[in-house]
Nanobody
Framework: QVQLVESGGGSVQSGGSLRLSCTAN????????MAWFRQAPGKEREGVAT???????DYAAFVKGRFTVSRDNAKNTLYLQMNSLKPEDTAMYYC???????????????WGQGTQVTVSS
């Protein structure tokens, strides 16, 4: 049984920072593809960042230069460091995992429950 648990969301002012974490249990973490997605009310879920087991990263254009994805295989944990946050970054953030590389497409098999990020102006 795969379980992904996110944490680290919260409320910050524009220009602030947050670091999200996602701990994976019951999965061959070190060989999986991991990603962060977000979904704002009334909008579709969109890919934010992805990282493979070899630490190759890819980002959506709207977060490049502001967000950094990383992983610690020893801790089975995925991270998303978010800097220079904007009000439009407000959304529920989800981590996802799969043995197939879906890049930034929301086709991953395993999903966390999400953590809310709210950025005020």
């Amino acid at each position: 049984q795969v379980q992904l648990v996110e944490s680290g969301g919260g409320s910050v002012q524009s220009g602030g920072s947050l670091r999200l974490s996602c701990t994976a249990n019951g999965y061959a973490y070190s060989t999986s593809y991991m990603a962060w997605f977000r979904q704002a009310p009334g909008k579709e879920r969109e890919g934010v960042a992805t990282i493979d087991s070899g630490a190759y990263r890819d980002y959506a254009a709207f977060v490049k230069g502001r967000f950094t994805v990383s992983r610690d295989n020893a801790k089975n944990t995925l991270y998303l460091q978010m800097n220079s946050l904007k009000p439009e970054d407000t959304a529920m953030y989800y981590c996802a995992a799969d043995s197939t590389n879906w890049w930034l497409l929301p086709k991953y098999t395993h999903w966390g429950q999400g953590t809310q990020v709210t950025v005020s102006s």
